[in-house]
């Protein structure tokens, strides 16, 4: 199977799609890319590639998985009732100490204990309150999308589908009324599944290409990392191009441990610095711990 990513450049009216494959994109090599220019951001686009399909639809950044059929990419419908997203990383080398983290509910997590908490959408400089709580069916869930949810955003502490039928409800529900044609009204449609998939692998992208394993832990594999915070910042800064993050912290036997960080992302899902944020690490040494299954 081969993988695809498309990035979307925006220049005034029009959009420019640029198709690499993943492995591509990892070797620096992108003379292949399939690149289509001038594309109306009011238009619906279907795009035909041999040997390419997307089964899920409207985003700007995304993977897509080659069987051969078309894509499909749909513009936003209504103007977004927000202004920038929060993306969420949780640390469970540091979070399963101090809560009880349940075998069944961390799924197939392998990638150091890195887990995604949550994508949210967010009015600056707080949280929004017009998500419309709509339900959440695992089972309308892509089976490729969902692998992955078990292996990156799992409940941990609680158990996983509820956590994520809280995460769709109280986060996905808003990100997804700016593609629903009337988005005071969601009904259970195909369309309706479709944008539910599409959050969940846009988070999942997203999480993807932060790395953060590969950033903390390398290929050596060490289980634990302590840095300065003012280094850690630093990290961040280097690597995302921001400053202002949500970095937070907890005292575990005399050690403070960092057990989340807040990344800010535009309505272009590039990052940016978070308006007020929120960093309950203190100076000194920040421990950030591994955490196998």
């Not at 003379?31 to 409207?58: E, G, H, T, V, Y």
């Not at 969420?88 to 995604?116: P, Q, Y």
């Not at 921001?242 to 441990?257: A, F, H, P, R, W």
Request: aromatic share 14%; net charge neutral; charged share 20%.
């Amino acid at each position: 199977m081969t993988l695809y990513r498309c990035l979307v450049a925006y220049r005034g009216n029009h959009r420019t799609f640029i198709f690499h494959k993943q492995e591509e994109i990892r070797t620096g090599m992108t003379q292949k890319a399939l690149i289509f220019k001038n594309i109306s951001k009011d238009s619906k686009l279907k795009i035909n590639i041999n040997s390419m399909r997307m089964s899920l639809k409207p985003i700007s950044i995304a993977l897509f998985i080659v069987t051969a059929v078309s894509i499909y990419l749909l513009s936003s419908s209504n103007t977004p009732k927000f202004d920038f997203y929060r993306f969420s990383f949780e640390f469970l080398g540091a979070i399963c100490r101090v809560k009880d983290c349940k075998s069944a509910d961390l799924g197939t997590i392998n990638n150091f204990g890195i887990n995604m908490h949550g994508f949210w959408p967010q009015i600056s400089p707080g949280s929004i309150d017009f998500c419309l709580y709509n339900a959440y069916d695992e089972s309308k869930m892509n089976l490729s999308v969902l692998e992955e949810i078990n292996a990156n955003w799992n409940g941990a502490y609680n158990p996983s589908v509820s956590f994520r039928s809280h995460e769709w409800g109280k986060h996905g529900t808003c990100w997804a009324q700016q593609y629903y044609k009337n988005s005071s009204i969601f009904l259970k449609d195909d369309n309706y599944y479709e944008l539910m998939n599409q959050y969940f692998a846009l988070a999942l992208h997203i999480k993807k290409s932060a790395n953060l394993e590969e950033l903390f832990f390398g290929d050596e594999g060490s289980e634990r990392y302590e840095f300065k915070l003012s280094s850690l910042n630093r990290l961040m800064e280097t690597r995302f191009g921001v400053k202002n993050i949500d970095l937070v912290c907890e005292t575990i036997d005399g050690e403070q441990y960092l057990t989340e960080a807040r990344f800010c992302l535009d309505l272009d899902y590039n990052y940016t610095d978070c308006p007020n944020p929120i960093v309950t690490c203190k100076a000194g040494m920040v421990v950030v711990q591994a955490y196998y299954k």
